[in-house]
């Protein structure tokens, strides 16, 4: 016969804590301040991250600006830019003669800002849309955009012809013609 091996069992008691109904005013004077501090640090976040977002909008459409310009050169083919004022997106493309467009990607505006105007070689375009050329010889339309911030203000990206560099500028600035430029009068 073999031995049997009977297992051990342990219980343990939990005693009832009966005594405590609810929070102390210590922990509830604590719980608050802690919440207080950490809606401080996001306020004070909030006015950073919309910030951010601007500055990420202008440094990517100078990218796409450069890419487009050099995917031009490259193909030896038309790039263009696409505006359009009501659904405020930018759309990189090529102008196409059957479709009128070819779309390869679209840009979105930012958050609390909105396209007003475009101006094309002297032309201003408020609804619609509007097209700027980027030519296989690396020019580009002459091209100032305008948008609106519902904190910043009025803010105009000039797009330069020769170099298709973008330049930020606070306020709306308006395109001045050989004629105004040499005869101030």
């Known amino acids: 016969m073999s031995p ?8 343990f008691r939990v005693e009832n804590l009966t005594k405590s109904k609810g929070f102390t ?15 401080t640090f996001a306020a004070v ?9 601007k500055e990420v909008f202008l440094e990517q459409f100078s990218m796409e600006m450069t890419l487009l310009r050099e ?13 359009d004022m009501e659904g405020d997106t930018i759309e990189v493309g090529a102008p196409d ?10 840009l979105k505006v930012p958050n609390g800002f909105s396209l007003i105007d475009v101006i094309v070689n002297g032309q201003r375009v408020t609804t619609g849309t509007a097209l700027m050329k980027v030519y296989s010889s690396g020019f580009v339309d002459r ?24 330049e930020a500028h606070d306020g709306y600035i308006q395109e001045i013609s050989l004629r105004e430029r040499d005869n101030p009068s």
């Open 45 to 53: 976040n909030w006015g950073v991250f919309t910030r951010k977002e």
């Open 97 to 106: 003669l059957v479709k009128g467009f070819e779309s390869f990607r679209k």
């Open 4 to 11: 049997v091996v009977r297992e051990k069992t342990v219980t």
């Open 71 to 83: 995917d031009a050169i490259s193909s030896n083919q038309q790039r263009a830019l696409k505006f």
């Open 143 to 166: 091209a100032i955009l305008h948008f609106h911030g519902a904190e910043e203000g009025t803010l105009s990206l000039v797009i330069q012809p020769l170099t298709a560099r973008v």
């Open 25 to 39: 005013f210590l922990e509830l004077i604590i719980t608050i301040l802690l919440i207080s501090i950490l809606i």
